[in-house]
T-cell receptor, first 112, second 116 residues
């Protein structure tokens, strides 16, 4: 069975640009969550989506947005990139909103 | 405030020795608890979880953890460490109940180094 897949695996962007990260959950899972992991720290919660609706939002600026599609895949968008947005962005898939979460390999974003 | 504390930033053990990684949490709601492992540059792999019931839970790769409500702890243990266990370990807590989001709060992580 395929696990959580994220694309791209790496990308480099310039300050002020926009980026879109993509995530495909495990088949049968209806919830997708996004986390940001800065080097040397634990992941920080950004968003959770369930059945295409936002169910939770972390303490991130409005430059961060996300959505979930009818096939339960998800996109994370970040506008007006800052150097501090450089991080590993992790997508987590779960059957429901309060069940165990399975993580993808992440997208390494570098902002220069 | 909701938080997870992993007091040990870095731990070194000899191969074959026992291991205990500490995790303390502060959470108002009834928690559910996880341990994840992360190899360099990789995503997180779920080692084990506690939702309810037996407070001693078994996970993959020979790991176990014990939930102690009175101490707000969920320590991870392994009786004999293998060199392949060297990685970063994260404790995470979430809340039961539909009124809470499904977000997980993670600790800072503990880096495990294994000596030959």
């Amino acid at each position: 069975d395929a696990g959580v897949t994220q694309s791209p695996t790496h990308l480099i962007k310039t300050r002020g640009q926009h980026v879109t990260l993509r995530c495909s959950p495990i088949s049968g899972h209806k919830s997708v969550s996004w986390y940001q992991q800065v080097l040397g720290q634990g992941p920080q919660f950004i968003f959770q989506y369930y059945e295409k609706e936002e169910r939770g939002r972390g303490n991130f600026p409005d430059r961060f947005s996300a959505r979930q599609f009818p096939n339960y895949s998800s996109e994370l968008n970040v506008n007006a990139l800052l150097l501090g947005d450089s991080a590993l962005y992790l997508c987590a898939s779960s059957k429901g909103t309060h069940t165990e979460a399975f993580f993808g390999q992440g997208t390494r974003l570098t902002v220069v | 405030a909701q938080s997870v504390t992993q007091p040990d930033i870095h731990i070194t053990v000899s191969e074959g020795a026992s291991l205990e990684l500490r995790c303390n949490y502060s959470y108002g709601a009834t928690p559910y608890l996880f341990w994840y492992v992360q190899s360099p540059g990789q995503g997180l792999q779920l080692l084990l979880k506690y939702f309810s019931g037996d407070t001693l839970v078994q996970g993959i790769k020979g790991f176990e953890a014990e939930f102690k409500r009175s101490q707000s702890s969920f320590n991870l243990r392994k009786p004999s460490v293998h060199w392949s266990d060297a990685a970063e370990y994260f404790c995470a807590v979430g809340a039961h109940g539909s009124s809470n989001t499904g977000k997980l709060i993670f600790g800072q992580g503990t880096t495990l180094q294994v000596k030959p």
